[in-house]
């Protein structure tokens, strides 16, 4: 049966909560739980590194400190094919490993988080709540729920129902594109307080639509949030320019 | 212009002060910059009639849009105005894009010396209904030169052009004023994307009518239409100055926004035989400038509001305004002209509401932009 690591597996899922707290900081964790692929794509995060999969193509391991067009020195190209031939064994996983410039090995299990491996051991996984693993079913639940979410956020930006003249958000906000939510909160010059992302909200309901403004409570509310934090994920920061 | 008026201008301004004092008056509280400075100029040759000490509140500034008036500049031929992009809902004229539709109006009307003419760059109507276009026809008929109108996405997928060309004839033309060729594209036209999905025409109109509504087609010329282009040009020596107006940028800036032609190439290879060649366009609502090979490509302010600039593909030509300030409904709207030197190139003039005018000039298009974009 599966083994778990309690602790490890708590940590990284306090880590991960603090992660989505800091929503639009599209740093490692989030975009590692996001997608493992995107971290093994070649050079990353100002790292030179060299993907080496294996031949069941469910298994990588990423060479930090080697360039993607570098050949590997002999005693590093045998640490990658003894780790690929000791991660064979978990044969049913998408598993992506990770060499540091210090030699420390960490593994993301089919798209988890990374977290510590000691090689010939047990695959680490991530523990949840009820100290069950993780199944596709859960995560195709919990994927439609945000999804759902973020539709009505998307029905309601593109709809003139929140105001009261025909104008709705998306007309000024493409893609909700200058709504950056990433500098919330922040002392906004003209409402002469510090706001956060819903005040603003709120103040173009109120002001541009000519609507009525939403409670913080308001589902309503939520989704607009959620589509607008979704969409803006990863957008460029721009200190300063707004 | 300035406070120091000569006596010409001074007995003007004392035979028209009896009858026009109370309005000046009542327009100061209803006053925007320009008319702050026409409103004050008056004031100013009322106080100095009457020898009255000038209230610093009222002393005059030199502003550029004033000095760029085309009579200053001898390179000028002859100027044209433009409103574009107002959007407007079927909801009177008190709603917030009808007053700054009619805002644009006034603007123009004050030009001295009036221009041309005017050309509406599309965009009339929000959502295409007959009701909107009425209430444009109903604004547009307050302005003093006559009018040239090019149509927009917005004022099409409803009823497929019907009303639009019922109301104001073909959606596109040509004609000659003064030397310089003109020519005005239905640039909007999509591939069907409804039939077969069964959309109903509110549907499609709502559908277009989302800049980022992926479910649309992307805009284009069409062969028929350029066809038709190569014709209208064909008879013209190459010499002929050539402005060309069209609703959607006739270049590729961003395909998800259709700030975009899909077959502008085509399109462009038409126009390369010229010696001179504009492209005035609206869709985009912001200040936007770009050139390829010979073609010069201007983008239109909109009355109703601004856009952002796209994640991607701005022309790097361009001199971008900074964010605009949503608490002010018309920080980055506004409306402008346009004036064709007798070299048969152009200045583009914006003139943005609330901020300070910017003319993008030929020889910045060529040479580099000077100075900053426009700012408060």
Known sequence: MTPLRMFR????????????????????????????TATISGETD???????????????????????????PPQKAQEVADLLSDLMRFCNEEVV??????????????????????????????????????TD???????????????????????????????????????????????????QTQLKKVALLRDMVNWCIQNPLE?????????RMKALEAYILVKRTGATLDPGKH | MGINLTPKELERELRERSLESESLIQSLFNCDRRHFLKVSARFAAMAAAAGVIQPHAFQLVDVAYAAASPDANPEVGFRFAYVSDSHLFARGMNHRFAK????????????????????????????????????????????????????????????????????????????????????VLNSVVEDDFWTVKGYTPEQRMAIVAGLDDGRQSRFKVGEEQRDWLHKDLEKLP????????????????????????????????????????????????????????NITFHGMLSTAWPWPYAPQGLPPLTLQM???????????????????????????????WDRNPRTVTYAEVTKGIKGGGPSY
């Open chain 1, 9 to 36: 597996g708590a940590l990284t899922l306090a880590l991960t909560v603090v992660a989505s707290l800091a929503v639009l900081r599209s740093d490692e964790l989030l975009g590692a739980q996001r997608s493992a």
């Open chain 1, 46 to 72: 100002g790292w030179a590194s060299r993907t080496v999969s294996a031949c069941d193509h469910r298994k990588a391991v990423v060479v930090e400190g080697v360039r993607s067009n570098e050949k590997l």
């Open chain 1, 97 to 134: 490993a990770r060499i540091s410039i210090r030699e420390k090995i960490t593994l993301s299990v089919n798209g988890l988080p990374f977290v510590d491996y000691v090689q010939g051991g047990e695959l680490p996984v991530e523990l949840v709540h009820g100290k069950v693993q993780h």
């Open chain 1, 137 to 187: 079913r859960d995560r195709a639940i919990w994927k439609a729920e945000l999804d759902r979410e973020v539709a009505e956020g998307d029905r309601l930006f593109h709809s003139d129902e929140l105001g009261t003249n025909g104008l709705a958000c998306a007309m000024c906000h493409p893609d909700a594109s200058n709504t950056h939510p990433e500098t919330y909160p922040k002392f």
């Open chain 1, 211 to 219: 609507g009525k403004v939403l409670p913080d409570d308001d589902p």
């Open chain 2, 100 to 183: 700054a539709a009619l805002k644009a109006v006034e603007d123009v009307n004050a030009l001295d010396p009036q221009p041309d003419f005017v050309l509406f760059g599309g965009d009339l109507a929000q959502d295409g209904r007959p009701e909107e276009l009425e209430l444009g026809r109903q604004i547009l008929s307050g302005l003093k030169p006559p009018v040239k109108m090019m149509v927009g996405e917005h004022d099409w997928y409803f009823d497929l052009g019907e009303k639009w060309r019922q109301m104001f004839g073909p959606d596109r033309y040509s004609f000659d004023h003064k030397s310089v060729h003109f020519v």
């Open chain 2, 238 to 293: 190459k010499t002929t100055p050539l402005v060309v107006f069209s609703h959607s940028p006739l270049y590729k800036y961003y395909r998800p926004w259709n700030f975009w032609t899909d077959d502008a190439e085509q399109v462009q290879a038409l126009l390369f035989p010229f010696k001179s060649v504009t492209v005035v366009h609206g869709h985009t609502h912001q200040l936007l400038t770009n050139r390829i090979r």
């Open chain 2, 322 to 352: 900074e964010r605009t300030d949503p608490f002010d409904q018309f920080d980055g709207c506004g409306d402008g002209s346009v004036d064709v030197l007798k070299s048969g190139t152009v200045n583009a003039n914006y003139n943005l």
